[in-house]
């Protein structure tokens, strides 16, 4: 099993900046591919970005490309998502999920989840 924890999550103004961290227990996290979603209220939750277990390779929706930023510290056992340029668009709960199947945006592939972390952006 994994457990995964969101935090830093809260409410910033337009153009400001917020960094998400998710801390990992459990099953050997250096082997996990990890990936960041969000939903919105009353939308289906989605695909933000992923990072592979090496950290070698990263992936963005086009959504959050160019503002956002994945990376994880396998020696914290801890994801991170830097997001720059917020927009009152990307308001959300916020969920790092893990895999150990393969890179992907998929969210059917990740088969455990955090509780999620609220971030509101204001206009």
């Known amino acids: 099993q994994v457990q995964l924890v969101e935090s830093g999550g809260g409410l910033v103004q337009a153009g400001d900046s917020l960094r998400l961290s998710c801390a990992a227990s459990?099953?050997?996290?250096?082997?996990?591919?990890m990936g960041w979603f969000r939903q919105a209220p009353g939308k289906e939750r989605e695909f933000a970005a992923s990072i592979s277990w090496s950290g070698q390779r990263t992936y963005y929706a086009d959504s959050v490309k160019g503002r956002f930023t994945i990376s994880r510290d396998n020696a914290k056992n801890t994801v991170y998502l830097q997001m720059n340029s917020l927009k009152p668009e990307d308001t959300a709960v916020y969920y790092c999920?893990?895999?150990?199947?393969?890179?992907?945006?998929?969210?059917?592939?990740?088969?455990?989840w955090g509780q999620g972390t609220q971030v509101t952006v204001s206009s």
């Open positions: 459990g099953r050997t996290f250096s082997n996990q591919h």
């Open positions: 999920a893990s895999t150990p199947v393969g890179f992907t945006s998929r969210p059917g592939a990740y088969d455990y």
